[in-house]
């Protein structure tokens, strides 16, 4: 069965950096774009980065564009999110997700979520 565990999320003061990881089992790891959402408190979960199957190719959302940078470790199994010069409005759940198609943006692309890590920016 397919997991997506994400960590590294906590409390950071405005202007600072937090990383998150994806750690996935259960699926052919490789096969799959991983991408990051996230959901703030009372707003539809959005689309944040895209990584492609072998890493080469990544996209982002407007509003993160060089100040997040997403990356994967096939060998480790796992996904990565480098959040830098965070800001208030970065505040959410963050979901790492599995999809078999590279560009996805919505969640009906997605094939695999997982449960969530909250990040929290203090102005």
């Known amino acids: 069965q397919a997991q997506l565990v994400e960590s590294g999320g906590g409390l950071v003061q405005a202007g600072g950096s937090l990383r998150l990881s994806c750690a996935a089992s259960g699926l052919p790891f490789s096969a799959y774009a991983m991408d990051w959402f996230r959901q703030a408190p009372g707003k539809e979960r959005e689309f944040v980065a895209a990584v492609s199957m072998n890493g080469r190719s990544t996209y982002y959302t407007d509003s993160v564009k060089g100040r997040f940078t997403i990356s994967r470790d096939n060998a480790k199994n796992t996904a990565y999110l480098q959040m830098n010069s965070l800001k208030s409005e970065d505040t959410g759940v963050y979901y790492c997700?599995?999809?078999?198609?590279?560009?996805?943006?919505?969640?009906?692309?997605?094939?695999?979520w997982g449960q969530g890590t909250q990040v929290t920016v203090s102005s």
């Open positions: 997700a599995a999809a078999a198609r590279y560009g996805a943006t919505t969640r009906r692309d997605i094939n695999y």
